[in-house]
Nanobody, 125 residues
Framework: QVQLVESGGGLVQAGGSLRLSCAAS????????MGWFRQAPGKQREFVVVISQRGATTYYADSVKGRFTISRDNAKNTMYLQMDNLKAEDTAVYFC??????????????????WGQGTQVTVSS
């Protein structure tokens, strides 16, 4: 059983940057897909971005396209989310997720078997 642990969240002013990390307790090489989701207070968890097994393919939510960049280092068992030009509406708890199999839509929470505990990102305007 792989455990995922996020880090790097915090408080930042609008226009600033943060880099989130998602460290796995085991190998992520076999993770078919890994992604980031976020959940703002009173809202459902929403898709942010996904990356394929070898990192060749990525899909971003329109709301973060051009500002966020996902990457993964399979040798370090870690995934990253570089967030630039942050906006107040990016404020949320960010979760990393992974799946060893191709199941369902990449933007659906039900398509992922492994989840981290989340890290808070707060953007002040």
């Amino acid at each position: 059983q792989v455990q995922l642990v996020e880090s790097g969240g915090g408080l930042v002013q609008a226009g600033g940057s943060l880099r989130l990390s998602c460290a796995a307790s085991g190998s992520i090489t076999s993770m078919y897909r890994m992604g980031w989701f976020r959940q703002a207070p009173g809202k459902q968890r929403e898709f942010v971005v996904v990356i394929s097994q070898r990192g060749a393919t990525t899909y971003y939510a329109d709301s973060v396209k051009g500002r966020f960049t996902i990457s993964r280092d399979n040798a370090k068992n870690t995934m990253y989310l570089q967030m630039d030009n942050l906006k107040a509406e990016d404020t949320a708890v960010y979760f990393c997720a992974g799946s060893r199999v191709s199941r369902g839509a990449y933007y659906s929470t039900s398509s992922y078997d492994y989840w981290g505990q989340g890290t808070q990102v707060t953007v002040s305007s």
